[in-house]
């Protein structure tokens, strides 16, 4: 962002996190609309902070899917509320609360309501992206587990999450395409933990986070956005390369990886509650996600190895590198802490 204008970014900043702030932390229905449209309110101007035609675009795309999305909402609510004549008991009707699921899972882009997703992600910057893919899920999430959820939508919902975010990044070669369909394969986890646990959902998103804020980071300072541009900084390939190869295997979750053990957490929930199709299929999208991980960890292996040299690390990089290291020594005792504690 341009520091000229940081007055004003602050205040879209504050104004941001205050709207998710009153969806969480409210427990009426009009509180946590009015609170995702403060969040949305503070999003927009995020977006096209540099006045790029493609980042005005991208925003009027959010702009009319989140708006779609909370009329839904909103309307599924008052006619529950009409229908139940009590606020207490407005979530429990079957009809409206699934309307307000869709509604949710719009705003989420989960599948199948992903695909204005990529097409709007891909000129956006590093860092809005990041916002797109981790806080601006939170609100939404909780409210999921707020309502008296249908169980049929969904493991449906997650399962679809699984298959098609994997199979659509096969083939791209735009890394912000790559990273937002990765968020697509992750939050089929995410959705049952909803469903199941609150809080290994919070981990979840935690740990994606944290290892998503790293990666984002370092594409943002090379301006990379395509898999080919990764072999032409010599300078990068070295410690860099090795360091951001095991971030990139985190995040597909390979073992003994912080993300390995999230999603091993979820799996774990899922077969005591005797939901063994739904982690199979989980676990078969994750499966197909690993061929793009491992492409884009083979360009980074093979450069890395010819042109290795023992430079100095910029400070970027030892920013990346000391996040990486405070997130694998503090998140790891936790873990296995909180899952000596539950399945005990």
């Known amino acids: 962002m341009n520091n000229k204008f940081f007055p004003a970014n602050f205040m879209l900043i504050s104004m941001l996190m205050m709207g998710t702030i009153m969806s969480l932390s409210s427990c009426n229905w009009l509180m946590m609309w009015m609170g995702l449209e403060l969040n949305l309110m503070g999003i927009l101007p995020l977006m096209n902070i540099k006045s790029k035609n493609l980042e005005i675009e991208s925003s009027m795309k959010y702009f ?8 839904i909402f909103i309307i599924s609510s008052m006619m529950m509320f009409t229908f139940s004549m009590t606020s207490f008991t407005m979530f429990n009707n079957n009809m409206f609360s699934s309307l307000m699921i869709l509604s949710l899972l719009m705003k989420l882009g989960s599948a199948p309501f992903h695909l204005w997703l990529p097409s709007m992600c891909k000129f956006l910057s590093w860092m809005t992206l ?5 806080w601006q899920k939170l609100a939404p999430l909780f409210m999921l587990s707020s309502i008296n959820l249908n169980f049929m939508i969904i ?7 699984a298959i098609l975010g994997s199979i659509q990044a096969i083939n ?16 089929s986890w995410m959705l049952p933990a909803c469903y199941i646990n609150m809080s290994i959902m919070l981990t979840y998103l935690c740990i994606y986070a944290l290892i998503s804020l790293n990666l984002f980071i370092y594409f943002s300072s090379k301006s990379n956005l395509f898999l080919y541009s990764l072999t032409q900084h010599n300078s990068m ?6 360091l951001i190869l095991s971030l990139i295997l985190s995040l597909s979750g390979i073992p003994p990886t912080l ?3 999230s999603k091993l957490l979820i799996m774990i929930l899922l077969i005591n509650m005797k939901l063994i199709i739904t982690c199979i299929i989980l676990f078969m999208g994750t499966l197909i996600s690993l061929y793009f991980y491992l492409n884009l960890s083979m360009i980074l292996f093979i ?8 430079n100095t690390t910029n400070h970027t990089m030892k920013l990346i590198f000391t996040m990486n290291l405070l997130g694998t020594f503090m998140f790891l005792p936790m873990l296995m802490i909180y899952a000596m504690n539950i399945f005990n």
Do not use: E, P
Request: charged residues 10%.
């Open 155 to 161: 493991m449906f919902t997650a399962c679809l999450n």
């Open 259 to 261: 993300g390995f053990l």
């Open 130 to 134: 990041f916002l797109i893919l981790t």
């Open 237 to 242: 390939m070295n410690k860099d390369g090795m």
């Open 303 to 310: 450069k890395s190895f010819m042109t290795f040299k023992y």
């Open 64 to 71: 009319i899917i989140q708006s779609f999305s909370s009329s």
């Open 172 to 187: 791209q070669t735009n890394i912000q395409l790559i990273m937002t369909y990765s968020s697509i394969s992750h939050m």
